[in-house]
């Protein structure tokens, strides 16, 4: 979804006429879902609507041949074409988006450069043709039965809520909620969500997403990007800060967009999946890929790390699996080095965790610590694009002359203001009031990552997503935290001129 006026009225519009269908009429529902699907594409990005109609014919026809393949006991070969064209797609395209001067002004592949603008203009494609890949696996492999309605599978991969950005939901967990005959209630509690009913969920999801996303994380964009950008000149404790925010950004942004995806689909009676849980509370690499971008995770591995053998064949070969995973994790966000030296620095940690795993016993704290330092580090690389940048980034932040001066002003400053009493911006460098780190945004900063961390300790105890703990709260209470939510948005929420809601770092990928 995207937060704009018209999607605002497209969804109620498109609440009101979903449950305005009667119960007798709920073989409709998947064919509005669709429309409402091609609609919301057609106005948002009407020229990924080619690409998406393009690769769910040729996902559908793959599948189709495969099961009759099946029937006559014969080898699933068309699967696996299906699965290598897909594969294919997604890798030409990764290219061509991270190296736009192969088809552009005279470049290598100039002729070609309507074919290669028209993908390039696909947005979401990396989700939608992951999910071809995982339902031609599964298909090839007999977990699904080959779909023989086109417009199921092409709800499956046009779903308007999750188009752009996830979650990567599997096959037969999707579609076989299409089929489901219960009768979708919106207010009322059910079986599904006993406490408050659906609406309660679905609202409390997207306020939990919408928050992270508008107080917090696009307030921190407005500072890492120019850093992450250029960081040549910064001192050392800007260079260090940014990377810490934008190890948050990225958190809030991404989490954020799922659990407003989860909330949107939860108002039609579809259940996506919950892709962040308190990622970093986790004490080990393993544990932190359990709680981060969990569809990613759980299809590289049930689709690459599994079928390579997985853990079974000693540690050699689960090392080389784990490498070759986040290898395939690395290139899937961008065909570059910074990508490339992310993923390679996860596969690094996973490997070390492994070999060392009852060997060294270090205390919970630490390891928490420990796993947060380095993930906020691989961070860089991948904030930056490319390891010349963050090379720099980091002789920046470990060079003595950046800190220097930071600790001379530091004593002046304390000297001057023992006890602060000048105000916030008072006790700040030169550099980061000038940087925009004045007493608001610093205070709104501070207060935001503060609810963030009291909200994943909450779900981490809780084991449950904290939106589903706010909508299970009494009658009273939970609309009260939901109407006082929206209220901090419409005061402190970031807006202004140059400021787009809609832009999902995530999308990009």
Request: charged share 15%.
């Amino acid at each position: 979804m995207t937060f704009t006026f018209f999607s605002a009225l497209f969804l109620a519009g498109a609440v009101l006429l979903y449950y305005l269908l009667p119960a007798r009429a709920y073989r409709v529902r998947p064919y509005l879902l669709l429309a409402l699907s091609i609609i919301f594409l057609l106005h948002f990005y009407p020229k990924a609507v080619p690409g998406v109609l393009g690769a769910s014919v040729l996902i559908w026809a793959f599948g189709l041949l495969s099961g009759k393949e099946a029937l006559h006991a014969r080898r699933t070969s068309f699967a696996a074409i299906g699965i290598l064209l897909l594969a294919v797609l997604l890798a030409l395209y990764k290219i061509l988006i991270s190296h736009p001067a192969l088809y552009q002004n005279g470049g290598p592949l100039f002729r070609l450069a309507p074919a290669a603008k028209l993908l390039t203009a696909q947005v979401g494609i990396s989700y939608y043709l992951f999910q071809g890949i995982a339902y031609l696996a599964d298909v090839r492999t007999g977990r699904v039965r080959p779909e023989r309605n086109f417009f199921y599978l092409l709800l499956y991969l046009s779903f308007f809520p999750r188009f752009v950005s996830g979650p990567i939901e599997r096959p037969a967990a999707f579609i076989g909620q299409l089929t489901d005959r219960r009768a979708i209630r919106l207010v009322r509690p059910d079986d599904e969500f006993p406490e408050g009913g659906r609406l309660s969920a679905a609202l409390s999801a997207i306020t939990v997403g919408w928050f992270m996303k508008i107080f917090l994380a696009d307030r921190l964009s407005a500072y890492t990007a120019a850093v992450f950008a250029s960081p040549k000149g910064r001192s050392g404790a800007l260079l260090l800060v940014c990377s810490l925010l934008y190890t948050v950004q990225l958190y809030c942004d991404f989490a954020g967009y799922s659990s407003v995806a989860v909330g949107t689909a939860q108002l039609f009676g579809i259940r996506l999946t919950q892709n962040f849980h308190a990622p970093y509370l986790s004490a080990g690499s393993s544990e932190f890929w359990r709680r981060w971008h969990i569809s990613l995770s759980s299809w590289l591995r049930d689709y690459i790390y599994i079928p390579l053998g997985g853990s079974r064949r000693g540690l050699g070969k689960k090392i080389r699996n784990t490498f070759a995973v986040f290898l395939v994790c690395g290139l899937w966000h961008g065909i570059g080095s910074g990508f490339l030296v992310w993923g390679l620095l996860h596969a690094v940690f996973a490997s070390l965790e492994s070999a060392l795993k009852g060997k060294i016993h270090l205390p919970l704290p630490l390891r928490r610590i420990l796993t947060f330092c380095y993930v906020s580090a691989a961070w860089v690389f991948f904030g930056t694009k490319d390891v010349r940048t963050a090379a720099s980034y980091f002789a920046g932040i470990f060079a003595p002359s950046g800190w220097s001066a930071q600790a001379d002003w530091a004593v002046r400053a304390l000297q001057k203001n023992a006890v602060g009493a000048a105000g916030l911006s008072s006790a700040l460098h030169a550099e980061f009031v000038h940087f925009g780190f004045t007493e608001t945004p610093v205070v709104l900063i501070a207060a935001g990552v503060i609810l963030m961390i009291a909200s994943d300790v909450i779900s981490y105890r809780r084991g449950k997503p904290f939106a589903e703990l706010a909508a299970s709260l009494p009658f009273p209470k939970r609309y009260l935290f939901l109407a006082l939510a929206w209220l901090i948005l419409l005061i402190f929420g970031s807006y202004g001129a140059g400021y787009r809601a809609s832009s999902f770092l995530y999308s990009k990928f």
